[in-house]
């Protein structure tokens, strides 16, 4: 079979991001949330640093890039990793799974308002799909054992970050299509995920200074400690070198299909590794906005005619 290496990293990807939200529900319980991401990115931003230097990507932003990078780095890092951290203090690893992948239709909103597309039925309707799905998540989510409010405002919470991914989705986009300055073509996907995790990690250093002044210096288990570096180096660096490897080679449509993997991946590990609990109401969750989410990104087929 022709790209299966390449077939069988991006399966592997959807497992290690799928194994990442039982892991960061540890991190979230045994640390403060900006000590555990800066601690994550100084792990990430050295290896992704190596990865770069030593590719045939190596190149240093110019100064107008940096804007963008500035950008994108905050809502991608920053952000993102706060609305994580303390959503997983909350809510069950495999129920966040579940909230996270509504970050496409959160960009394909925000692509109405920033990339000029259009609103069209099928969005409308995968949106209302997702939307049912995640009512039944909040309100039939087997995992009892956290209270309904807890899981209610953890829920919310990754549903920020599902947003501010999709912010930083559209943000991407926009770098990727900008006019260049000084140079023959726009950064690619790996060098602005390189870059804006450094201008991430300049964000989140006074954050966590000052979370660290009111709290004292972080002292993470050995459980902790696993996580931190499994998030880092295997969730961030080789996930997204690998990502990054398949959209090359097989197309971007055909490698995001494996993200639709990262849920029950997610659930499995969370029933696996947390004692979470197994129930119908994840698996029509499940359907209900994955189904949305295609739905919303797929285009009407086109019939010919016959003469």
């Known amino acids: 079979m022709k790209n299966v290496l390449i077939h069988f990293k991006l399966l592997l990807v959807a497992a290690i991001w799928g194994f990442g939200w039982p892991a960061g529900r540890v991190i979230a319980n045994d640390i403060q949330p ?10 990430a931003v050295l290896l992704f640093l190596i990865v770069l230097r030593f590719s045939t990507q190596w190149v240093i932003p110019t100064r107008l890039e940096w ?25 069950a690893a495999g129920d966040a799974s579940l909230m996270i992948t509504f970050n496409p239709l959160f960009t ?9 597309e259009k609103m069209t039925y099928r969005l409308a309707i995968g949106l ?13 989510s087997p995992n009892v054992d956290i209270s309904f409010k807890s899981r209610a405002i953890g829920d919310i919470l990754i549903a920020g970050a599902a947003f501010s991914w999709a912010c930083n989705t559209i943000l991407m986009k926009k770098a990727m299509i900008a006019p ?37 210096i972080p002292e993470p288990s050995n459980e902790g400690w696993i996580a931190m570096i499994f998030l880092a180096i295997f969730s961030t660096v080789i996930s997204y070198v690998w990502f990054a490897d398949g959209i090359l080679t097989i197309g971007a449509g055909k490698s995001a299909l494996y993200v639709y993997l990262v849920p029950p991946f997610g659930i499995f590990s969370g029933y696996l590794l947390l004692d979470e609990k197994l129930g119908s109401s994840l698996l029509i969750s499940f359907v209900l906005i994955v189904g949305g989410v295609i739905l919303a990104q797929s285009k009407p087929t086109k019939f010919k005619q016959s003469s």
Not at 34 to 43: G, H, M, T
Not at 128 to 140: E, H, N, R
């Open 67 to 91: 804007k963008r990078i500035a950008l994108i780095g905050f809502f991608s890092t920053c952000v993102y990793q706060a609305f994580f951290m303390y959503g997983m203090q909350y809510t």
């Open 180 to 216: 260049v300055e000084n140079r023959i073509a726009n950064l690619t996907p790996l060098q602005l995920t390189v870059w804006s995790s450094v201008a991430g990690l300049i964000f989140l250093t006074p954050i966590m200074f000052i979370e660290t002044f009111q709290h004292g």
């Open 108 to 116: 394909a909103i925000l692509a109405i308002f920033f990339l000029g």
């Open 34 to 43: 900006f000590a555990a991401s800066w601690i994550r990115y100084v792990i």
């Open 128 to 140: 209302a799909l997702g939307l049912t799905g995640v009512g039944i998540l909040f309100y039939y």
